[in-house]
């Protein structure tokens, strides 16, 4: 059974910054792909950044250039820091695993950027 948990979510005022970790447990395989996703009422959930096990990141547009997303193989874990947080990024994230076509999601985590 695949569980996630992540932490590092709180307030921040605009501009500041924020670092998100999830902890994947029961992972039997070192390839699959882990990423954070948001999601805002009357929002669909988006894709914010993933990374594979080889480490190719990809981002939405919306973070380019303020967020970055690592991962440490040994402790499957993955990293999300967000810098320049806009009251735009509030939301509750999301981390994902993506292995052979299943899906696992974390309890969520409340970012809430102040202006």
């Known amino acids: 059974q695949v569980q996630l948990v992540e932490s590092g979510g709180g307030l921040v005022q605009a501009g500041g910054s924020l670092r998100l970790s999830c902890a994947a447990s029961g992972i039997t395989s070192r390839f699959y792909s882990m990423g954070w996703y948001r999601h805002t009422p009357g929002k669909q959930r988006e894709l914010v950044a993933t990374i594979t096990s080889a480490c190719f990141t990809n981002y939405a547009d919306s973070v380019k250039g303020r967020f970055t997303t690592s991962r440490d193989n040994a402790k499957n874990t993955v990293f999300l820091q967000m810098n320049s947080l806009k009251p735009e990024d509030t939301a509750v994230y999301y981390c994902?695993?993506?292995?052979?076509?299943?899906?696992?999601w974390g309890q969520g985590t409340q970012v809430t950027v102040s202006s």
């Open positions: 994902n695993v993506h292995q052979y076509g299943n899906d696992y």
